[in-house]
């Protein structure tokens, strides 16, 4: 599935102007509160909204004016460029008058056939017109790597939150954004990807030691639960409420990362939230093993999670003159330092520029 090679942000929120900005397979993305990494993340989610009928629609709820930047008056259009690989997809945002968003300028490109590189969708449309054009391969292409990011957000882990409630067994085909549906993707796992399965579980095994394996049984109506056995207590099932927080946050983020088939870019939000020092540097090394196999982006502010990267991995997220600007590191703008800091020790103490800014 293709990863997201570059992409043009302008307009967007606190993201005036972001010009062919390059993204790799790692992309750990850190900066201060109100830097703007969840005004780039967001982007994704209205980006994905769009791939649905309604979806701009329903997703934007006649909020559109914090859309843009400085509002509408200072920014009357949104203008977003992505590139895959050969394929490219633009197209501009325009508020109407009763608080939602227009499509503009949408466009699909092949960039290796000159004759006919760009196909040009109807413009003033409230649905995006790529899905509708999947008869071409090129705009095939480019939908299903768009279509197939995946959000994951597991902040909740509260007694009524989805990954410690039933679930219907066959609701199972991939792990939902928060894990609601975790115990029946797990089951799957068991029944049909073992190997995967057993390596999820002996990593769980190194954070939360007194864990033996789930106990994934369906009951009568078919619905399932995240269900476990102590370490010791074979014969006393645990219910997912006697996991912690972290530890069912550590879970659901494990099976996400080691899951057989995962999305064209996999996007966590602070996934370190909540876990032990020893758990986030397990943590680290999960991220790295997906981006063998498929695009990550990270949003963090821990130097924790940070000392586990190479700086050319880390993008920091700044504000400068008010606006969200993006910096890639290279390794060799810091060799004086590294041999006294490690990566997290020079965020910390301001070598990496990005931290509060009281401009």
């Known amino acids: 599935m293709a990863n997201l090679d570059s992409i043009t942000i302008r307009g967007f929120k606190s993201i005036r102007s972001l010009d062919n900005f390059s993204l790799n397979r790692l992309n750990i993305l850190v900066g201060a509160n109100g830097a703007g990494k969840s005004n780039f993340i967001e982007l994704f989610r209205i980006i994905s909204a769009m791939m649905q009928p309604g979806g701009l629609r329903e997703y934007v709820a006649g909020s559109a004016d914090t859309y843009f930047y400085g509002g509408p008056k200072h920014t009357p259009r949104i203008e ?4 895959f690989g050969l394929n490219g997809y633009d197209f ?9 968003l227009m499509i503009q300028d949408e466009r699909r490109h092949y960039f290796p056939r000159v004759d006919s590189a760009t196909r040009n969708f ?3 449309t409230f649905d995006a017109q790529l899905p509708k054009e999947l008869h071409s391969e090129a705009t095939k292409y480019t939908y299903e790597a768009i279509t197939n990011w995946q959000f994951y957000h597991f902040h909740d882990t509260g ?5 410690r409630r039933y679930c219907d067994v066959g609701h199972n085909a991939k792990l939902a954004f ?3 549906n975790i115990a029946a993707f797990l089951l ?5 990807h073992e190997k995967e399965y057993r390596h999820i579980v002996d990593v769980i095994k190194l954070v939360v030691p007194f864990f033996e394996d789930f106990v994934l049984i369906p009951n009568d109506e078919e619905n399932i639960r995240l269900s476990w056995r102590q370490v010791g207590m074979e014969d006393f099932p645990m219910r997912p409420i006697q996991l912690s927080d972290g530890a069912i946050r550590f879970i659901c983020l494990t099976t996400a990362l080691l899951q057989p088939t995962p999305p064209s ?6 996934p370190e939230l909540g876990l032990h020092p020893e758990a986030i540097h397990v943590l680290a090394e999960l991220i790295q093993l997906a981006s063998r196999q498929t695009q990550v982006i990270v949003a963090t502010q821990s130097p924790l999670l940070l000392d586990d990267f190479g700086l050319e991995d880390i993008i920091v997220v700044r504000r400068s003159e008010g606006a969200t600007v993006f910096e890639r590191l290279k390794e060799d703008d810091f060799k004086a330092w590294r041999d006294e800091y490690s990566v997290g020790e020079l965020w910390t103490h301001d070598i990496i520029h990005g931290g509060t800014s009281h401009e």
Do not use: W, Y
Not at 92 to 100: K, N, R
């Open 92 to 100: 501009d945002l325009t508020p109407t008058s009763d608080g939602f």
């Open 265 to 270: 870019t996999m996007i966590l939000d602070e």
């Open 159 to 163: 007694k009524l939150a989805g990954m």
């Open 188 to 192: 799957r796992l068991k029944k049909e």
């Open 80 to 83: 977003v460029r992505l590139k």
């Open 122 to 124: 109807l413009s003033g």
């Open 178 to 180: 928060d894990a609601r």
